[in-house]
């Protein structure tokens, strides 16, 4: 056979070893993202515990985000703002008032944008929402009337005089829906997945590059022994 033909083979085969090892990365990457997605569903559908048990009055926070919780105020009426997301959904966020004079923003539904919230229930209210932590700025436009594009808490401490929670909830969509709203999505926090299948996935991607550096090797080195013996059946001719 040809040594042409010989490197190509052997290239050939390491370059198709090469491209089994990234997949075999990448599915076990994917795995280790449906583990965190998994995780954090699991942590939304958990039981409602009280929010003051795991955020002290110094501001630190617990393992509580993306979790539900339940916590008693008062809302005040005249600090509400409407979140003009980049997808066009308005959602309506409320400030509820706590015992200890913190204030926790709250979601309580979405409304058509360019629509009048309602305003919040008077007294005392329990509520009961998912914990999520600030989201990002937001980089898009923002329509007249509208201060927020996202729920991000140092833009709305600027708006707001009372100290906020490190955090805000997101009302279900029972108890928007008795409040006159339309439900709101929530994005939870990324979950954890299992370690052991990201460091798979970064060894099969070594193992990927290591046989591309061999299969190379290799192929170098028969075409260098080639040379030599052609260059050994030369010198005995002449």
Same mark, same amino acid.
């Given at each position: 056979?040809?040594?042409r033909?010989?490197q =190509?083979l052997?290239?050939?085969?390491?370059?198709?070893?090469a491209?089994?090892?990234?997949?075999?990365?990448?599915? !076990?990457?994917?795995?280790f993202?449906? &583990?965190g997605?998994?995780?954090? !569903?699991?942590?939304?559908q958990?039981?409602p515990? @009280?929010? *003051?048990?795991?955020?002290?009055?110094?501001?630190?926070?617990?393992d509580?985000y993306?979790?539900?919780?339940?916590v008693?105020?008062?809302?005040? @009426?005249d &600090?509400?703002?409407? #979140?003009l997301? =980049?997808?066009g959904?308005?959602?309506v966020?409320?400030?509820? !008032? *706590? =015992?200890?004079g913190? #204030?926790l923003?709250?979601?309580?539904g979405?409304?058509?944008?360019?629509a009048?919230?309602?305003p919040?229930p008077?007294?005392e209210?329990?509520?009961?929402?998912?914990? *999520?932590?600030s989201?990002p700025?937001?980089?898009?436009?923002? #329509?007249r009337g509208?201060n927020?594009?996202?729920?991000? *808490?140092p !833009?709305?401490?600027?708006l707001?005089?009372e100290?906020?929670? @490190?955090g805000f909830?997101?009302?279900?969509?029972?108890e928007s829906?008795?409040?006159g709203?339309?439900p709101?999505?929530v994005?939870l @926090?990324?979950g954890?997945?299992?370690w052991?299948?990201?460091?798979?996935?970064?060894q099969?991607w070594v193992?990927a590059?290591f =046989?591309?550096g061999?299969?190379?090797?290799?192929?170098?080195?028969m075409?260098?022994?080639?040379?030599r013996t052609s260059?050994?059946g030369?010198?005995?001719?002449?």
């Open positions: 056979m040809p040594l033909v010989k =190509a052997v290239l050939l085969a390491g370059v198709v070893a491209v089994v090892m990234t997949w075999l990365g990448l599915w !076990q990457l994917q795995v993202t449906d &583990q997605n998994a995780s954090a !569903q699991a942590r939304a958990q039981a515990v @009280p929010l *003051l048990d795991f955020v002290s009055t110094d501001g630190t926070v617990g509580i993306g979790k539900p919780t339940s008693a105020g008062h809302y005040l @009426p &600090q509400q703002e409407r #979140v997301g =980049a997808d959904v308005v959602r966020l409320s400030a509820l !008032q *706590l =015992a200890d913190r #204030v923003p709250v979601v309580r979405t409304i058509p944008q360019g009048d919230a309602p919040p008077n007294g209210h329990v509520q009961t929402g998912i914990f *999520l932590p989201e700025g937001a980089d898009h436009s923002l #329509v509208y927020l594009g996202s729920v991000r *808490l !833009q709305l401490a600027q707001w005089d100290p906020l929670m @490190p909830i997101t009302l279900d969509s029972t829906g008795q409040q709203l339309a709101a999505s994005t @926090p990324d954890e997945g299992s052991r299948n990201s460091g798979y996935a970064l099969w193992f590059l =046989a591309l061999m299969t190379w090797k290799i192929a170098h080195s075409g260098k022994r080639g040379a260059g050994m030369a010198g005995r001719d002449a």
